[in-house]
């Protein structure tokens, strides 16, 4: 209490907080304060308004002035055509070379296979899940081959980038093995049995 009545009645104290006070008051009120804490001045919305419609000047023209349309009739069957097959036979470039050997002069090795050391491995056997079933459409021609020779690819609908072995079935049906799995062919779709485990 000593200290803070000290502080009050000390002459040059009182002087300090009567010129402190004066010139606080004198502060400019006119400064403008910013509008946004960040200090960019706030974006004021504009109305919008359409311009003004313009007249549209359409012009008219008698119909004896336009011309009449010209007919032409043409029959499909006398168009001209080249028949296609994708099993025509195309010539040959140049003859095909042939060379004769015979069998019998030929050397050989003869080998008994009850005296070959043999190795056991193990076979797994499982059922295979349901197949991916994706449409097939028709084969295409293969580029720079002849006609007979189809592709049967990614394009048509088979699955896998690589073709390690093809079997045909009793059943006309043909058997792909790919690095997608296993893929039987009828003609029609492709169904894809993974068989491959995820490791």
Known sequence: MKVSSLFVTS???LFFLIVLGFFS????????????????EIPKPIP?????????NWKSYPPDSIPKG???????E??????????EFRPLKAPVKTTSFDWNTLD????????????????KKFLLPPPLITA?????????????IVRLGQTEGLLGNKVYAM???PFGSMWISTDRGLTKYDGVEFLTYNFFWKG
């Open 108 to 123: 050989s090795i003869s080998f008994d296979l009850d005296t070959i050391t043999r190795k056991p491995f193990p076979v």
């Open 48 to 56: 919008f308004e359409l311009p003004q419609p313009k007249p549209v």
């Open 167 to 169: 079997v045909t079935d």
């Open 25 to 40: 008051c004198k502060q400019d009120s006119s400064v403008p304060f910013p509008e946004s804490s960040f200090g960019y």
């Open 11 to 13: 002459p040059l104290n």
């Open 70 to 76: 010209v007919k032409f009739n043409f029959n499909l």
């Open 136 to 148: 097939a459409s028709v084969p295409s021609v293969w580029q720079g081959g002849t006609s007979a």
């Open 78 to 87: 006398n168009l001209p055509s080249k028949p296609f097959s994708a099993n």
